[in-house]
């Protein structure tokens, strides 16, 4: 099961908060691909994933970066 | 008010604000005259040079006098041969800049912001490598760069070391071994535009500068005498309480590690040990940086960021980018010979109730 969640035009923090408030909705095991043009996000994505104890898949194309709900 | 970011300014030094007045009278004519005026000028920055000279235990002659911090840091880049230049990922703008017109090679970091020497040292042996920059501690989040092992690896590659010293000068003691040196007067406390350029014997490293005579060194144009004064001033009184700053200011940042440690999502950065003593950065998840900046200058802080949105370009800081750490909600502290126990207990007592309150207004506390 995946699902995009589309941040573009938002600046850092707003895309990693919206990662935050989707991803708890979502069942254990979905892939969330994050659409954020923000420079930030590069960063900020995988950095939140290894806090929040997610796994970061990587990006997936301009602007677009993967996570996966292990917990 | 309490001033937090002595690693972009500090507050003027007692002793360099004395200097500077004196020098105001004194020392106002261009050094290199022969007049009366001319030669007491010419005392005057002989006098500073060496003082500069001795506070970094080298010879008067390997000291040059430049604009600025940054002035320093470009002309050690575009001194050096043609050919690629070894960087860590962290070094200050102002070396990515000096590079940026010719090859260059960025060796990464961990995650506490320690350049990678294994890589360092792969780098440095390969063909074509006319310098290595490596700062000596991070400006941004502290940690101390492993010097002395990169200078010796780079003696092995007959390469020359560059070390931006801007944090550690007149605070801590800087590894011995490098080839050029540069510094920012206005970091230990002595004024703005003296940049402080070290270059050791032996170096290959020509002056960049359009104009620059043989046995004038410093960077051609009438250099601000009394700022010079000032700044030699300013970095002997920062030398001799640099032992007794430190062990004051060590323990204050260790605190503020500790407490903001325990505030929820709240990622201290650096290393918690093999640190500069007076800096401390943290980032708080779900915050904009700036928006924690002007809450802190409210209650009376004034504090830097790394944040995106705290810099003109809206990129975050390409330090904790490379560290791979939180980029926003960032803010760097970094304190002084002013500092006062007090500064950091009231601050400690603001910063709970201030994330907190900026959290509940972004709608993200709990999340």
């Known amino acids: 099961m995946s699902e995009t969640l589309d941040c573009l035009g938002q600046r850092c923090p707003l895309p990693v908060i919206a990662l935050a408030r989707r991803l708890a909705e979502l069942p254990v095991g979905t892939v969330l691909r994050v659409l954020a043009d923000d420079p930030a996000a590069a960063n900020d994505i995988p950095a939140w994933c290894r806090l929040r104890g997610q796994e970061y898949l990587g990006p997936a194309g301009p602007d677009s970066y993967e996570v996966r709900r292990v917990s | 008010m309490a001033y937090f970011d002595a690693a972009a300014g500090a507050p003027l030094h007692p002793a360099a604000r004395q200097a500077l007045l004196a020098a105001q009278d004194d020392g106002w004519a261009d050094p290199g005259k022969l007049y009366t005026q001319g030669r007491r000028a010419r005392q005057l920055l002989d006098a500073a040079r060496a003082a500069v000279a001795d506070e970094l235990g080298v010879r008067a002659d390997e000291v040059l006098f430049c604009a600025s911090g940054t002035d320093a840091v470009q002309a050690a880049v575009q001194g050096c041969r043609a050919g690629t230049v070894v960087h860590s990922a ?3 703008s102002s070396v990515l800049h000096a590079v940026a017109a010719r090859p ?5 970091v961990d995650r506490l912001g320690r350049v990678d020497l294994g890589a360092f040292a792969d ?6 490598v006319a310098a290595a920059a490596l700062i ?5 989040v502290g940690t101390v760069q492993p010097l002395a092992a990169a200078a010796q690896l780079c003696a092995a590659a007959g390469v020359p070391l560059l070390v931006d010293a801007a944090q550690s000068a007149g605070r801590v003691p800087v590894p011995d071994g490098w080839s050029v040196l540069s510094a920012s007067a206005h970091k230990w406390g ?16 020509t002056p960049p500068w359009p104009g620059a005579e043989p046995g004038r060194p410093d960077q051609p144009g009438t250099r601000n005498l009394p700022a010079i004064v000032a700044a030699a001033a300013g970095l002997r009184a920062a030398a001799a309480e640099a032992k007794s700053q430190a062990e004051r200011l060590f323990p204050l940042v260790d ?3 500790h407490e903001a440690g325990r505030m929820p999502d709240v990622e201290v950065l650096g290393d918690p040990v093999d640190r500069l003593p007076h800096l401390v950065t943290f980032s708080c998840l779900y915050l904009d940086g700036e928006a924690l900046l002007h809450g802190l200058d409210r209650a009376g802080f004034a504090v830097s960021s790394g944040s995106s949105c ?4 809206l990129r975050p800081s390409h330090v904790l980018e490379a560290m791979g750490v939180l980029s926003h ?3 760097r502290i970094s304190l002084h010979r002013e500092t006062t126990g007090a500064d950091v207990d009231r601050f400690l007592a603001v910063l709970p109730g201030l994330v907190a309150s900026l959290r509940a207004e972004a709608g993200v506390a709990g999340l």
Request: glycine share 14%; charged share 15%.
């Open chain 2, 136 to 140: 000596s501690a991070s400006h941004e």
């Open chain 2, 123 to 128: 780098a440095v042996a390969a063909p074509g």
């Open chain 2, 190 to 205: 002595g004024p703005a535009g003296v940049g402080v350029l070290v270059v050791r014997k032996g170096t290959r490293w």
């Open chain 2, 90 to 92: 962290i070094e200050h």
């Open chain 2, 310 to 313: 705290t810099a003109a370009t």
């Open chain 2, 255 to 257: 605190r503020i590690r």
């Open chain 2, 329 to 331: 909600g960032n803010i």
């Open chain 2, 104 to 108: 260059a090679h960025a060796v990464p």
